[in-house]
């Protein structure tokens, strides 16, 4: 196990008094354990607004969490090079003003590792690794594609030689026909570097493809986990049975009577008990209080409906 994640939970003070006291509190991320496995793929998924990228940033140190604890190959975490994180828009992760070699490289610098010429080694190594050639050294990002962006952001996270990278929809601002070839890319470098990720994705159809386990979120909390292949084959969560019918090319046959419907509730205002509710068909008085999760048939569900079988 690289990674053992406790009663995670981050508030967000949203509103504040006159004197700067928070008074508002917006609860992101609720009560969420789960550990990943050395060189697996854990993958997140879930709408929009259900916690994802929070748990991202606590994960790479940008966000404090608001209670809980995370276990890093064995220990405590700390802000160190080996968590790196790859962002959507590989546009934001990279400064405009700068060379791609200043911007492979500044990791280095920030972590002060190596000399000058074992630093130069190291982004031509990470270079070639991406798939790319030295001539992008001495280019900005704005002459470079989407794809070839994404690269770099890559290489700028695998220079510093990390344990884990956290993929927060890594692909979905690129073209169809680009993002084949970046999932390819990131299974190559996952066996060649010897690397743990964690995908967070809206797209259920990649998590089925390269995770071993998935972790279903919705208003912060999760709704179901376990092995990707049950979870996406045979859902139990109502949730996930939406989400999963909703794949067009999966096995969903038997699922054609789910589907999402309204919107999401505001988290500012989640509804009492099961935070679904509100969206589910099978409702009943019981789903007023606030399910455990539980351990059924060889994952964790968090749904009444299985509470009492
Ligand atoms: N810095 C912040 N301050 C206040 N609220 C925040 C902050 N960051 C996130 N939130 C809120 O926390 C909740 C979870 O946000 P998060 O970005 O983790 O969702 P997500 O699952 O990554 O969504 P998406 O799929 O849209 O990226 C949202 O309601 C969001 O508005
Ligand atoms: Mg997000």
């Given amino acids: 196990m690289i990674l053992r994640v406790e009663n995670l939970s981050k508030e967000f003070a949203i509103e504040f008094d006159i004197l700067g006291r928070p008074v508002k509190f917006l609860k992101a991320v609720q009560d969420v354990s789960f550990t990943v496995e050395e060189k697996s793929v854990f993958s997140i998924v879930g709408e929009s ?46 400064d ?12 280095l610098r920030i972590h002060r590792v190596a000399n000058r010429e074992e630093r130069k080694k190291l982004v031509y190594e990470t270079l070639r690794a ?21 690269r770099v952001a890559i290489a700028r996270c695998l220079v510093l030689k990390p344990k884990l990278l956290i993929l927060d929809e890594p692909t979905s601002a690129l073209d169809v026909s680009v993002q084949a070839q970046i999932l390819n890319l990131l299974m190559d ?19 089925y493809h390269i995770s071993d386990q998935t972790m279903v979120m919705y208003l912060g909390q999760i709704m179901e986990m376990g092995k990707t292949q049950r979870i996406l084959e045979e859902p139990l969560h109502p949730y996930t049975k939406a989400l999963v019918a909703a794949i067009p090319t ?30 589910c068909d099978f409702a009943f008085s019981k789903c007023g209080e606030k399910p455990p999760l539980i351990d059924f048939r ?8 299985y509470t009492e079988v």
């Avoid at 995370?70 to 968590?83: A, D, E, N, T, V």
């Avoid at 405009?96 to 500044?106: A, G, N, V, Y």
């Avoid at 699922?255 to 989640?270: A, M, Q, V, Y």
């Fill in 49 to 94: 607004g259900s916690g994802k990228s929070t748990i991202a940033r606590i994960l790479c140190g940008i966000y404090k969490p608001t209670t809980g604890s995370i276990h890093f190959m064995g220990s405590p975490l700390k802000r160190s090079g080996q968590i790196q994180m790859v962002f959507q828009d590989p546009e934001s992760s990279l």
């Fill in 96 to 107: 405009p003003r700068k060379t791609i070699l200043f911007s492979i490289e500044e990791g």
């Fill in 130 to 150: 991406v798939g790319l050639t030295e001539d992008v050294l001495w280019k900005y990002p704005h002459q470079l594609s989407g794809g070839q962006k994404q």
């Fill in 189 to 207: 470098l996952k066996q060649s570097y010897s690397l743990t990720y964690i995908l967070i994705t809206h797209d259920l159809k990649i998590a």
């Fill in 250 to 279: 999966l096995e969903t046959d038997k699922l054609k009577d789910f589907s999402l419907k309204g919107e999401i509730p505001s988290p500012l205002n989640p509804p009492e008990g099961c935070p679904f509710r509100t969206r």
């Fill in 298 to 305: 060889g994952r964790k569900v968090r749904c009444h409906l």
